[in-house]
């Protein structure tokens, strides 16, 4: 689970709770005035927050065992920036699903295997990376958690036959 959507729902429970004690409690004094002055600003505070991490932003969760490479963005390491590097991958999990980002740690290895992909995709070639376990025959590059990946052409779609 995303931590930025426990944090969310985390924001949701504790506003809820400050509405519940305000309704239960009615007769405040001047240090519950000043709790609930400082209080209700850190929940907007941390439901803000939640959202601004949430929207838009790449997913840390395994990849789909088989999607379709839309785009890659690859940010190599920078020492002198303090850059660790990264892998942005734009993909499609199914063939009626809405493309969903994903981010990886940087591999040379991977990289190598991305700049080919993009170049047949530049081709007219569809590539369709597929997922598997470390201890697999099949090619591809680790990306950590006993996980590889690799890319193959999609196969030709076919049109509808004529009527």
């Known amino acids: 689970m995303n931590n930025y959507l426990l944090l969310i729902g985390l ?8 509405i519940v004690w305000v309704g239960f409690y009615k007769g405040f004094g001047t240090k519950s005035k000043i709790l609930i002055s400082l209080l209700l ?5 941390l439901h803000w ?3 601004q991490q949430s929207k838009g932003w790449p997913s840390d969760q395994t990849l789909p065992t088989q999607f379709e490479l ?4 690859i940010v190599e390491p920078n020492q002198s920036k303090e850059v660790l590097g990264n892998i942005h ?3 499609r999990p199914e063939e009626d699903d809405a493309p969903r ?28 990376g597929l997922l598997s376990g470390s201890d697999s025959r099949e090619g591809g590059s680790d990306i950590g958690g006993g996980m590889k990946l690799g890319f193959k052409n999609a196969p030709r779609r076919r049109l509808p036959a004529k009527k």
Request: proline share 4%.
């Open 11 to 18: 924001s949701y429970v504790l506003l809820v709770m400050f």
């Open 41 to 45: 600003p850190a929940i907007y505070y």
């Open 49 to 51: 927050f939640g959202l």
């Open 70 to 73: 839309i785009s890659a963005d």
């Open 89 to 91: 991958l734009w993909i």
């Open 101 to 128: 980002s994903y981010i990886l740690p940087y591999s040379r290895d991977l990289h190598k295997r991305l700049f080919e992909a993009k170049q047949r995709t530049t081709q007219g070639r569809r590539q369709i």
